[in-house]
Structure formats: structure tokens, C-alpha cells
């Protein structure tokens, strides 16, 4: 909302009343002064008409991407507005658990015909998730060493296309 410069003033005081007969009683006083008027309020929720639009192009459409088109038919709805719908919305595509390796696991198993799910030895302490899509690497067999590195940058593995560990390092 923008701010005006309305010369308004609010003041709230608190005293004890002079005639009190338990020494609790209190009298309030509140001063509330508005000079200028501001342009109308209006609600800030997201329109059902925007919703709709984000979850019918929720798969294949980015926040930036369906910005214009919503502020087109719902000009007081924000970028941001658009942003947290669509990243809530888009939860049901992908998260299948309360934690995010659990979760992209589960997810790269129901994608088994185009991704191997590695399980490689993990050092103690370490959290990991490996994993590779089988049309990039059928097209790069025996064409390409590939080196990975983790993402705390502390082991290195060098890993030919078929999956054979020519050595680890730390």
C-alpha cells in the first residue's frame, strides 16, 4: 500500500482513575485525527479468476511468465502474489515428502524409465541424492568422462558414462 501524507495522528493514553475503588481501574483515551483522505482500500487477496489461471498453466508456465497475463483481466495483483501462489500450487508436482531428499527421491523413482536413481557409498555425516537421465547419458556412452563434484565441494568423483568409479577423493 502507499503511504500518504495525510497529516493524521494517532494517540492512545492510559491513567489510573482518580476515583478508583480498587486501585486497578483505568481510563482510556483514544485521539484519532484524519485530515486527508486516502484512495479507497481494496483486498489484496488473489481473485479466484487468477488462481484459476496459474493452476491451468501450472506445468509449463513460470510466475514471470503468467504475471502479464493476470495483471491484464486483475491489475492490482503483484508479481509477488503471482510468485507465492504458483510456488504453493506447484508443491503438488513435485513434493512428495516433509523433507527435500526424501522427497526428490521418491519423485526421480516415479520417473524410472528416464532417470537412474545411484546408490553410491556415503561418507558419515553426508547427505546425498545421485542421480542421472538415461536419454543424456545412452546419447554420451563411451563419448564422454564426466566429473562430479559434490555440492560442499569436498569429494570429487570421477565417473566414466557406464557408471564405473575410477577413484574417489576427498
Known amino acids: 500500500m502507499q503511504w500518504y501524507d495525510c497529516k493524521s495522528s494517532l494517540v492512545v493514553t492510559c491513567r489510573k ?14 485521539n484519532l485525527r484524519h485530515h486527508d483522505d ?3 482500500y481494496f ?4 481473485p479466484s479468476g487468477a488462481l484459476d489461471i496459474i493452476c491451468e498453466h501450472l506445468k509449463w508456465s513460470t510466475p514471470a511468465s503468467l504475471v502479464l497475463q493476470i495483471q491484464a483481466t486483475y491489475p492490482n495483483v503483484t ?27 521418491i519423485l526421480l ?3 524410472s524409465n528416464d532417470v537412474d ?4 557409498p556415503v561418507a558419515n555425516g ?11 547419458v545412452s546419447r554420451l556412452k563411451g563419448k564422454v568422462v564426466e ?7 569436498e569429494y570429487t568423483c570421477f565417473v566414466d558414462i557406464d557408471n564405473q568409479y575410477s577413484s574417489i577423493y576427498s
Open 17 to 30: 482513575a482518580n476515583n478508583s475503588l480498587n486501585n486497578t481501574d483505568c481510563i482510556i483515551m483514544v
Open 38 to 40: 486516502h484512495v479507497l
Open 43 to 46: 483486498d489484496v487477496e488473489m
Open 79 to 105: 508479481a509477488k502474489q503471482v510468485h507465492a501462489a504458483w510456488t504453493e500450487m506447484s508443491k503438488t508436482l513435485w513434493k512428495r515428502d516433509q523433507y527435500q531428499l526424501p522427497s526428490a527421491e
Open 109 to 111: 523413482n516415479e520417473y
Open 117 to 120: 536413481v545411484f546408490n553410491i
Open 126 to 136: 553426508v547427505e546425498q541424492l545421485c542421480w542421472g537421465m538415461k536419454k543424456v
Open 147 to 153: 566429473i562430479n563434484i559434490d555440492a560442499t565441494c
